[in-house]
């Protein structure tokens, strides 16, 4: 078998919005919550193509649950693994089985949580404590949503029902929010002066709960699970029981995933505060959301750390800058990519001999300095021990003429 990696340059691309989050707005489950860019549903599928129904797949970075519901949807076990307890969650709820009874339960309690909303009967639980949070909601629309809280919670349903009721006040939660729709991470928006105050919709709860039931009447064709997992210690799984990787990690471009969480995770009560927000992100890979990015201030790479040598190069680059965050931003190259290298290490001893990986990765740019993540990744997957390793150009992300997406992939031999 060979061992050589190769890289493929990137073509005219174009940025094939049809792998992006984008498409899976209308595809069932895959649709249910708005959240960070992530890869969508026919990308999976694709990549599924030439799969055995023996087979087990693995996402150690799983998000929202994308390749574990896609896999189960066509009769492979899968195991989804996250490091933030809200997307473990999700993804446990998108990949739950459903059955005529759970939504008979989320009917009846829907109507009876609008019947109370329209009468203001349901009882105002407390505002998250989000630190202007007056920015994202008015105050009308903050109103709706601590009675619409109160009322999920004291609804007497299974816990099948109560997720879905969960999910659909999500969908409340971001969708009278004051954000734009137009752009692919989280921002604000200004009202403009004919939108200022415009009644609530009658039904804002009945029409997330529309969304939500057709896809969970929809059920997998098999179980799989979703674990809290740290990608760098792997320990929740069994040695070489793996036998397709299909994931997406974070991009070494400074977008948290927790920035776009907050809404959903203050509001299930996931995060008290901002330092609990910045906790979290510090223990994820490429994490640096508040006191994440202080931490890297007096962070150093460990006299063990297997980091790429271009990876070094790039960072020493980045470091010279003159420039507020340039040390900062070099520590945070270099420690995304020291993180990397541990959860390439640990999984290859969970894979089985044979069995393959697909990476979706984006390279990035500090000052001007590109981040070749795909030669990185292709360069510590061989040094792991993989073989046949090459990087495929999938798509272009920006305006930005060097910003591409990527398709990482091999084999364990």
Known sequence: MRRESRLAR??????????TSRHNVSVGRHGWLRLMPAYSARLVDELLADSKVTDVILDPFGGTGTTAL????????????????????LARAKLATYSLDDLRQVREAQRAISMSLRGRAMSL???PPIHGIERWWSPEDLELLRRLKGGIQKARVSTQARDLLIVAFCRVVYDRAKLTRRHPSLSFRTPTPEQVGLPLPDEPFHDAIAAVLPGAADNPQVAAISECCDARDLKTLTRRSIDIVITSPP????????????????????????????ALDWRAIGGTWGA????????????????PSIILAVARKVAAKRKPAAKIMANYILRYFADMTQHVEALASVMRHGGRFHYVIG?????????????????????????????????????????FEYVVEGTYP
């Not at 990137?10 to 792998?19: C, H, K, N, V």
């Not at 896609?70 to 969650?89: E, H, T």
């Not at 994440?292 to 980091?307: F, Y």
């Open 10 to 19: 990137p073509p005219a691309l174009t940025q094939r919005l049809e792998y």
């Open 70 to 89: 896609l896999a189960a949807s066509k009769g492979r076990y899968a195991v989804s693994l996250d490091i933030n307890p809200f997307l473990v969650w």
């Open 125 to 127: 639980e407390e505002s």
């Open 251 to 278: 991009y070494p471009n400074r977008v948290t995933v927790i920035r776009e969480l907050r809404p959903y995770m203050y509001w299930l009560d996931y995060l008290k505060n901002s330092s609990d927000s910045g």
């Open 292 to 307: 994440a990015t202080h931490r890297l201030k007096n962070w150093e790479l460990p006299p063990t750390a297997n980091v």
């Open 363 to 403: 390279n990035s740019s500090f000052y001007g300095n590109i981040v070749e993540t795909e030669k990185a990744l292709i360069h510590t997957f061989v040094r792991a021990g993989f073989v046949d390793v090459r990087a495929r150009a999938l798509r272009k992300r920006t305006s930005k003429t060097e910003l």
